[in-house]
């Protein structure tokens, strides 16, 4: 079998972050590439591990491997612009999370503040186990929330937060000419722009 390496980048850290953090970027263009059941369950139980308040573990995850009937249906929701190159992912997955949760010694649910923070990090490990494994994913929110909600059958004790396709990174060829063009890895702001020691700093006011 032939060892799929993360493409590197000329993505240049100010720190000395480890390269699958600075490398992992979300192509659009993928190859026709399958992706077998047991790959995916892998970035699932990457997943798995993610830290979550009271260990509560809020996520869920739903997926339809391309060619299978529920492909369509996980497709259905998205906006148009998305449809039009999600279509060749191996798989997609949407990205739910539970409300509510039972503390320890209880026996009622009760509202958890951090349960969409919580789905952030299962998705993060879900995404970085994928660019270690050679693989590439794109999260989108660009989709119908309620239709999605509808058509996978969520209840409503669930969020649906994001919708991400999963591929092999292909060379973009079925890609529109204005998003083959964007098909490079896209900067990112300096740390000194989103952390600070101490008190609020009027430069994060800015946005």
């Keep these: 079998m032939t060892a799929h390496l993360i493409p590197p980048t000329d993505r240049t850290a100010d720190h000395p972050a480890h390269r699958l953090f600075v490398d992992r970027w979300s192509p659009r263009g993928f190859s026709d590439e399958a992706i077998p059941a047991a790959e995916l369950l892998t970035f699932f139980e990457?997943?798995?591990?993610?830290?979550s308040s009271y260990n509560?573990?809020?996520?869920?995850?739903?997926?339809?491997?391309?060619?299978?009937?529920?492909?369509?249906?996980f497709l259905g929701p998205l906006v148009e612009f998305n449809r039009g190159w999600a279509q060749h992912a191996a798989a997609l997955v949407?990205?739910?999370?539970?409300?509510?949760?039972?503390?320890?010694?209880?026996?009622?649910?009760?509202?958890?503040?951090?349960?969409?923070?919580?789905?952030?990090?299962?998705?993060?490990?879900?995404?970085?186990?994928?660019?270690?494994?050679g693989w590439v994913t794109h999260g989108m929110s660009g989709f119908d929330v309620e239709a999605a909600q509808k058509a996978l059958q969520v209840p409503d004790d669930f969020a649906v937060e994001?919708?991400?396709?999963?591929?092999?990174?292909?060379?973009?060829a079925q890609l529109p000419p204005q998003l083959k063009e964007r098909e490079k890895p896209s900067p990112r702001q300096p740390v000194a722009a989103f952390a600070a020691a101490g008190l609020f700093p009027q430069r994060f006011a800015g946005g």
């Design 46 to 51: 990457a997943a798995r591990w993610a830290p």
């Design 56 to 73: 509560s573990q809020p996520w869920r995850f739903l997926y339809a491997l391309r060619g299978q009937p529920e492909f369509d249906t």
């Design 94 to 133: 949407y990205v739910l999370c539970k409300k509510t949760f039972t503390p320890a010694g209880k026996t009622e649910p009760v509202v958890s503040r951090t349960h969409s923070f919580d789905a952030g990090a299962a998705w993060a490990n879900f995404a970085h186990q994928a660019a270690l494994s």
């Design 162 to 172: 994001i919708a991400v396709a999963v591929g092999r990174q292909g060379d973009g």
